[in-house]
């Protein structure tokens, strides 16, 4: 079954402390850091994450674009990002294809349960993150433990493009 995220991004990086902090002085970086998180949890749990901005920051034609392997979009002026959300929920939607969307916006939730989708609160997709992130962790340790300490001198370009591959980007 193909399992896809929506990720309300605005709605996101305000109940994160961190992103929420940081988008008062960087809000481009606040963009950048959930899509690279976005980017870890998609490598992780094979779902396809989409998120989604409202074009409010950013005026202009709706705009679409792939970064570190995740979808994003810029909405077009007059549409919010549940608008966009909603629409796609109901245009996926098929026996073959679960949607799970993460807003803590309460409304929406429940707009998106009347479609069949499933919900996450922006809350428990950060300690879904931080628990995916525990668990990475521990099994480099392992990994680290359980072989021999290799030889190869691996520089930081060497390091940088395996870790492209294991993201499936280029």
């Known amino acids: ?3 896809i995220l929506l990720v309300d991004g605005y709605n996101v990086i305000g109940a994160w402390p961190e992103l929420s902090r ?6 481009e970086s ?3 850091m959930l899509i690279e998180w976005m980017a870890e949890y ?3 749990t094979g779902y396809q994450v989409v998120v989604v901005f409202d074009a409010q920051y950013v005026k202009g034609i709706k705009r679409k674009f792939k970064k570190n392997n995740i979808d994003v979009v810029f909405t077009k002026e007059d549409e919010t990002a549940d608008e966009y959300i909603e629409r796609k929920a109901i ?4 026996a073959k294809t679960q949607i799970m969307v993460a807003t803590s916006d ?3 939730q429940w707009a998106i349960f009347g479609q069949g989708a499933l919900r996450i609160s922006s809350r428990e997709l950060l300690f879904e993150i931080q628990e995916m992130s525990r668990e990475i962790d521990k ?3 392992r990994i680290q433990e359980e072989k021999p300490k290799s030889k190869l001198n ?3 370009e060497v390091i940088k493009q395996l870790e492209n591959w294991r993201r499936g980007e280029k």
Request: net charge positive; charged share 35%; aromatic share 14%.
């Open 139 to 141: 099994k480099i340790k």
């Open 91 to 94: 245009a996926w939607k098929n």
């Open 30 to 32: 606040a963009r950048n």
């Open 106 to 108: 309460y409304t929406e």
């Open 22 to 27: 940081l988008k008062d002085y960087d809000l």
């Open 1 to 3: 079954m193909k399992q």
């Open 154 to 156: 691996l520089d930081s």
């Open 42 to 44: 998609q490598s992780y």
